[in-house]
T-cell receptor
Framework: AQRVTQPEKLLSVFKGAPVELKCNYS??????LFWYVQYSRQRLQLLLR??SRESIKGFTADLNKGETSFHLKKPFAQEEDSAMYYC?????????????FGGGTRLMVKP | NAGVTQTPKFQVLKTGQSMTLQCAQD?????MSWYRQDPGMGLRLIHY???????DQGEVPNGYNVSRSTTEDFPLRLLSAAPSQTSVYFC????????????FGPGTRLTVT
């Protein structure tokens, strides 16, 4: 069965420091990977998807099939980046749009 | 448009009571789903639907029922609430059944005592 692991429950950095939120997955097929973010008192929203290979709010993520990872990176963290981040996987062979989520990482950016 | 809406925002139930969590979307999305969010466990899929009249089970379906009589609505029913169902429930929808961004509702915080 597919699985998504986010090893850090909490990541605390100072403003301006680099950030890397780790995501590892296990899935025997070809997955589609996403990062979703939930800011305080807001609903979950899409941040990035690997197929678009874009940078959103300074964040990037590269799918590494060899290491089965999809880490989220930002070179200079901002206080407004403080939020809950979820890595999610969609199997490419299913009939629906089901996502498997990791446990989430809370990012705190200190001033 | 309003996107994905959920009611109620908060609910407290006693063990054994039943209730329905409402979810609606006005984006003509094919796919709708229900997740529960528990600390440290991320979001887990309860049930999903790929179109009106079609539903299927997700990872944690026990104790929950769904139906999809219209494209817009996807209610989640708790038949006999248990303390283990204390959680935050999110409804989500997407235009396609085969990938793409999912849009989430604001969530319903349910406490079962």
């Amino acid at each position: 069965a597919q699985r998504v692991t986010q090893p850090e429950k909490l990541l605390s950095v100072f403003k301006g420091a680099p950030v890397e939120l780790k995501c590892n997955y296990s899935y025997s097929g070809s997955p589609e990977l996403f990062w979703y973010v939930q800011y305080s008192r807001q609903r979950l929203q899409l941040l990035l998807r690997h197929i678009s290979r874009e940078s959103i709010k300074g964040f990037t993520a590269d799918l590494n099939k060899g290491e089965t990872s999809f880490h989220l990176k930002k070179p200079f963290a901002q206080e407004e980046d403080s939020a809950m981040y979820y890595c999610a996987l969609r199997m490419n062979n299913n009939a629906g749009n089901m996502l498997t989520f990791g446990g989430g990482t809370r990012l705190m950016v200190k001033p | 448009n309003a996107g994905v809406t959920q009611t109620p925002k908060f609910q407290v139930l006693k063990t054994g009571q039943s209730m329905t969590l409402q979810c609606a979307q006005d984006m003509n999305h094919e796919y709708m789903s229900w997740y529960r969010q528990d600390p440290g466990m991320g979001l887990r899929l309860i049930h999903y639907s790929v179109g009106a009249g079609i539903t299927d089970q997700g990872e944690v379906p026990n104790g929950y029922n769904v139906s999809r009589s219209t494209t817009e609505d996807f209610p989640l029913r708790l038949l006999s609430a248990a303390p283990s169902q204390t959680s935050v429930y999110f409804c989500a929808s997407s235009y396609s059944n085969r990938g793409g961004e999912q849009y989430f509702g604001p969530g319903t915080r349910l406490t079962v005592t």
